[in-house]
């Protein structure tokens, strides 16, 4: 038991969470209208165990490669805590990108090709010579690209392909895939502002650290305002489902979170921090509340 609980904090549970709700609604939204009765255990669970098995080799390495930090920023994640030892952590990031490739190796050429390439962004971030998790313009690159276009993108049309034997990719894909991107900034944002002791200590060029934890947060609120703004337009627009349901909730989705960021005070750690898993949670009920829209 302890093995497994270090295995899953070693995994950043929020992100295995965020992929597990991405991924099935994608599969929802592209099955909305096309027969999918034998396909849940053929498609979506290899499909959700490649993404899966994908974030955790991701996830993993960011950590292996920078333990000194993290001794500094989150001294409870396994490695600095002494629960997992480095080489352990290597294993464990192989035998899981190995696993998404085997997965991924399952269907198409262009599934494998994407999961290739996230895994590749991904390696980029953490280690030399590119590493962008040093420079806060790449790193918020990296992680938009990858949770907004190629997961939303990627996965929606390795779905639809599979399903129809065609690529087709819906109009309805286009407001999620932007407002994701937007949200993905925010992550990016966001997840280094009680970060800074460290990130500074070893020259990681963050948005907090370079213009101040103030500034980065209100970037990130900006940003995050227009993109429910963005699906509220789009809804009114008619380019997405049940357009009452999409204004109400994304409209109720945005008070909240201007709420909560009035109420923050940046210069408080584990508020930031509280502040950032409730972000996530917002992550979470996007996706359903997109899969749900398409079935009303």
């Known amino acids: 038991m302890r093995a497994l609980l270090t295995l899953w904090q070693f995994s950043r549970p929020h992100t295995i969470i965020g992929s597990t709700f991405s991924i099935t609604a994608l599969y929802f939204i592209a099955t909305h209208d096309v027969s999918f009765s034998n396909t ?32 500094i920023n989150k001294p409870w994640l396994p490695i600095p805590a002494g629960n997992l030892t480095r080489e352990q952590a290597m294993r464990i990031v192989a035998i899981c990108g190995l696993l998404a490739l085997v997965f991924a ?9 994407l999961i290739v390439l996230i895994m590749s962004i991904g390696t980029a971030y953490s280690l030399p010579p590119l590493k962008f998790k040093r420079h806060h313009l790449a790193a918020a690159a990296a992680i938009s690209l990858v949770r907004g276009l190629l997961v939303n993108v990627g996965f929606y049309l390795h779905f639809r392909y599979e399903l129809t034997g065609e690529f087709y990719l819906a109009k309805e894909i286009i407001p ?32 907090a650290v370079k213009s101040g934890r103030r500034r980065a947060f209100v970037m990130g609120v900006f940003v995050v305002s227009l993109a429910y703004l963005w699906v509220i337009i789009a809804a009114a627009l008619g380019q997405l489902p049940a357009p009452k349901f999409f204004m109400a909730t994304h409209g109720l989705a945005l008070g909240l979170f201007l709420w909560q960021a009035r109420l923050l005070q940046v210069g408080d750690d584990q508020q930031v921090k509280r502040f950032y898993y409730f972000f996530w949670g917002l992550f979470f009920v996007e996706y359903i509340v997109y899969a749900v829209g398409f079935y009303l």
Not at 49 to 69: H, K, M, P, R
Not at 105 to 113: D, E, M, N, R, Y
């Open 40 to 71: 849940f255990v053929t498609l979506w669970l290899p499909s959700l165990f490649a993404a899966l098995a994908c974030n955790i080799y991701i996830t993993g390495l960011n950590q292996w490669s920078d333990v000194e930090v993290d001794v």
């Open 176 to 207: 999620l895939t932007v407002f994701v991107a937007a949200f993905s900034l925010g992550i990016a944002w966001f997840k280094d502002i009680p970060d800074t002791k460290g990130d500074a200590a070893y020259k990681f060029g963050t948005l």
């Open 105 to 113: 190796g399952f269907f198409s050429t262009g599934f494998l090709g």
